[in-house]
């Protein structure tokens, strides 16, 4: 059965840095698109990154666009996160889930449709 676990969450002051992972079972990461989410207190899950299967193509969106870096290594079948700059409203539960394409991956069910524990993030002084 296909399961996603993320890790790597914790407590970091504004400015620091997380990587956060998305281990995958039961599954070929390299078959599928990942996409990464996070949802804030009070707030809906909103799509933050995504690697597609298409090699070389990923997906900000526009608030970590040249804080975060989301790649792959299809030996660990793991996905990653790395969050830099972090700033207070990054702040939050991060899931990562598996898609065909990146193309509209925020609007989206994921494959399965199922969602993982998360991993927390919390940015502050």
């Known amino acids: 059965q296909p399961l996603l676990v993320e890790s790597g969450g914790g407590l970091v002051q504004p400015g620091g840095s997380l990587t956060l992972s998305c281990a995958a079972s039961g599954f070929t990461i390299e078959n599928y698109s990942i996409g990464w989410f996070r949802q804030a207190p009070g707030k809906e899950r909103e799509g933050v990154a995504c690697i597609s299967v298409e090699e070389g193509r990923v997906d900000y969106e526009d608030s970590v666009q040249g804080r975060f870096v989301i790649s792959r290594d299809n030996a660990k079948n793991t996905v990653y996160l790395q969050m830099n700059s972090l700033k207070s409203e990054d702040t939050g539960t991060y899931y990562c889930?598996?898609?065909?394409?990146?193309?509209?991956?925020?609007?989206?069910?994921?494959?399965?449709?199922?969602w993982g524990e998360g991993t927390q993030v919390t940015v502050s002084s």
């Open positions: 889930n598996r898609y065909y394409f990146c193309s509209g991956y925020r609007s989206r069910p994921p494959l399965g449709g199922a």
